[in-house]
């Protein structure tokens, strides 16, 4: 019996030896770090998270063809179109209700009226932001990342790109920042009707 039982301990000993140094083994180097990424990759990867994430249904004025409703190839993530004049709604149509103008790009709900952003490198868009500021932007829902600014108003669902990696927002960033500028000043919100 006393064999078996060393036997048993003697095998015993060399699982937990081998679970342990298995265990202790260093990491294996994550695939996707950022400073295995080339600009060109960082770039790639932040126009596919732009483009699977909803960003053009707002940020990208759209025009009518027969396919449908599309993304305008020469205004792409430029925002709310400064020229574009807000169609008239009275109080009582808009109560209860969140109204969008045919493009997507404005919306009017119980915060008032708001604009989607130019998102494009000129510097009526993000052209002046920097990185970090874009981040804090995204992270805590602050207008150009600047503390003391107002909040992203509705309906921009900051509060679920906030999950990206830093990673995802730096991607992002660079992707934004490689896109042709497009000077279009977003108009200032509209406070509610009183």
Known sequence: MKPIVLSLGFALS????????NTTESPKE??????????????????YL????????????????EKGME?????????????????????????GYVLFTMGLTSATGPWGTSFAANLTPDPTGIGTWTEDQFIKAIREGIFKGLEGSR??????????????TDDDLKSIFAYLMSLEPVKNAVPEPIPPMG
């Open 50 to 65: 732009v483009s699977t994430n909803g960003c053009h249904d707002c940020h990208s004025p759209k025009i009518f063809s």
């Open 151 to 164: 909040p992203l108003l509705p309906p921009m669902p900051w509060q679920h790109y906030s999950n990206f």
């Open 14 to 21: 060399i699982l937990v030896i081998a679970c342990v140094s």
């Open 71 to 95: 993304v305008d190839p020469a205004l792409v993530l430029s925002g709310h179109p400064a020229s574009e004049v807000l169609p008239p709604y009275d109080k009582q149509t808009a109560q």
């Open 30 to 47: 994550n695939p996707y770090a950022e400073e295995e990424f080339t600009l060109a990759d960082q770039v790639a990867r932040g126009e």
